[in-house]
């Protein structure tokens, strides 16, 4: 199959991406979701003239420039509006209360004195109708649209679905996602290693990824390079997953089994390479049943920049996070493929290629903070600008 350009593969997983359900889940469980409804003002905002300074309320006429008045009685948030009986009279209020009825303006203490209950304002304050008053309405009307469906709730979002009355909302279903190593070198973590041995880490890092993104519900298995093994998980995950991710056994070798497999399972071969380093071998499919999978190369540095660039977009349905800098030194790609290399943003605010040692190298990844693009034949100098797209997470 001819290799895709990174463009190509991009629309080809965007045309071929599920879509989503949608589920209701409590107000509490909301962080980092996606908003599947429209959050709409169940009333203004505010829903009261609400005072905004701890003081005296009173009432304000031009025409009358008494700056002295009685004390009448106290209100306090939480308690229906009050009323001033007599309007060279005032309220003691407190922030947040109703503005009583029959005041329009508010001295906060600081700007007052009493004695023998007659308040006093102060040379400096400046009485005018509504001030330290938030006006009912003034910052939103009933039945407005606050936030739009597909906005990732964060904590700046919850005190508006909160006010809003929305003890549950709806929100895009978690996909359920696989995520499967692959390779008879692999051991676990903690596992007494051999010299001809290396520890687990592409399913870490991507689960690490999924879970601080909140983007879906995740399981990790390990398979060893056995096409039986394959072949089993593939059919057993049909039942149970809507995205397959595999790290490793992509590639041309006796023992990478995932791309047959998969497309004896039924999966439909969308893609098998992609004009680019790293990530060359990276294969995508889609089954009649829905399910799509994803063949992911298994050296780290190519594992990691994929699933950076072609899965988390969709995942967490948010573009990715690129600039334009300055190239902190010269670069050149002579290759007929597309480079992505590790970057860094120095102190100089421009972005630093990283030396990495082939896609191997996971090492370099702890030094970078998102990565290059680099077209095929390009040669670029330093000061020239680079397009720079951040890890995210």
Known sequence: MIRLSPEQALKKIESNWPSSGTESIPLSQASQRILAEDIISDRAQPPFDRVTMDG????????????????????????????????NNCIEIATGAPIPVGCNCVVPYEQCSEEHNCIRLSEDFKANAYTNIHRMGSDCPANSSLLETGTRIYARHISVIASMGYATLSVRALPRITLCSTGDELV??????????IRRSNSYTLESII??????????????????????????????????????????GKKDFVAPCLEDAGFETLFHGIAQKPGKPMWFGKHPKGCIAFGLPGNPVS???????????????????SLILPLAADITNKSPLCSFPPAKINDEKSAEAIAFNTSGDYLSLAQSDGYLEIAPQQELKAGEPVRFTYWNG
């Open 211 to 252: 879970k601080q993104q909140h983007c879906g519900l995740c399981e990790v298995q390990h398979l060893e390079d056995r096409k039986e093994s394959v072949s089993a998980f593939i059919e057993q995950q049909l039942k149970e997953s809507d995205i397959l991710i595999f790290c490793g056994a992509v590639s041309k």
């Open 56 to 87: 005296y309320a009173f009432y304000f006429d031009e025409t009358n420039n008494s700056r002295e008045f009685q004390l009448e009685s106290s209100a306090f948030a939480g308690e229906a509006a009050a009323e001033l009986q007599n309007k």
């Open 303 to 321: 594992t990691h920049f994929c699933f950076q660039h072609y899965l988390l977009p969709f995942l967490i349905e948010a573009p990715r996070q």
């Open 188 to 197: 676990e973590v903690d596992a007494n290693i051999l010299p001809h041995q």
